[in-house]
């Protein structure tokens, strides 16, 4: 157990669950802001948020990100896939497919139309009851996708994509997805690359919010299931 305790701070240097996982206790992380009052983090976590905006960063100039929050039904039943980790991949093939699909109708129209891949972080927990959830991070190239549009707007946005995929995922009608998708206050930020003159840097931020998802508390170990993970490349 030594090797797992900070004698000096009485801190854990490790996961007690996952011995793997090393324990992150300061208020930033390579300089951004971290939401220190939920931590301690996951220091592997918090790498791969920052690896993962680097990524979008560095193939778009301009970038959207928004946080999304994705919960089971309570009184529906789910096939057995829904309480794996399967049903998170599922979404965000879904969703990117919806993607694709809207760059290629675009492009059809016309060839300036931008491209956009799909970038994502998230994070599963579990709440009471045993229930699971997922929060989620969602990067996109802001000159293919300014933000997200309004919830219940009645057009196809963001979020009417992201209620069908995650519908899609679970096995469930589109009619049965009232309250399963939720969006935070605040949930977008805008990122410039670089940085100009006149712009406002949301990515401290943005990176702020996120480490929210690297936090060790609520997480489970053990189960044959991630807690957390990410888009590649």
Same mark, same amino acid.
């Given at each position: ?60 100039? /301009?970038? *959207? ?5 994705? &919960?089971?039904?309570?009184? @529906?039943? =789910?096939?057995?896939? $829904? %309480? ?39 994070? /599963?927990? *579990? ?5 699971? &959830?997922?929060?989620?991070? @969602?990067? =996109?190239?802001?000159? $293919? %996708? ?88």
């Amino acid at each position: 157990m030594s090797s797992l305790l900070n004698n000096s701070k009485r801190q854990l240097l490790r996961h007690p669950d996952n011995a793997n996982l090393r324990l992150y206790y300061d208020d930033t992380f390579e300089g951004f802001p971290l939401m220190v009052e939920k931590g301690p983090f996951i220091r592997e976590y918090l790498s791969c948020l920052r690896h993962t905006i680097d990524l979008t960063l560095d193939q778009y100039p /301009r970038v *959207v990100a928004f946080r999304v929050d994705l &919960h089971l039904p309570l009184d @529906i039943e =789910l096939p057995d896939y $829904a %309480y794996t980790n399967q049903v998170i991949s599922r979404f965000f093939e879904a969703f990117s497919g919806k993607i694709e699909y809207h760059r290629r109708q675009l492009r059809e129209r016309s060839r300036y139309a931008r491209g956009c891949k799909v970038r994502y972080v998230w994070s /599963r927990e *579990v709440g009471q009851g045993g229930r699971q &959830h997922y929060h989620v991070l @969602i990067l =996109l190239n802001r000159d $293919a %996708y300014y933000g997200m549009g309004r919830l219940g707007s009645g057009r196809v946005n963001m979020i009417s994509r992201i209620e069908e995929s995650w519908a899609s995922a679970l096995g469930i009608s589109l009619d049965n997805i009232s309250g399963l998708v939720h969006i935070p206050k605040n949930a977008e930020y805008r990122l410039n690359r670089g940085g100009q003159p006149g712009d406002t840097d949301e990515l401290p931020a943005l990176f702020h919010r996120a480490s929210y998802l690297c936090k060790m508390a609520t997480k489970s170990y053990g189960d044959r299931q991630r807690a957390f993970d990410t888009s590649r490349g």
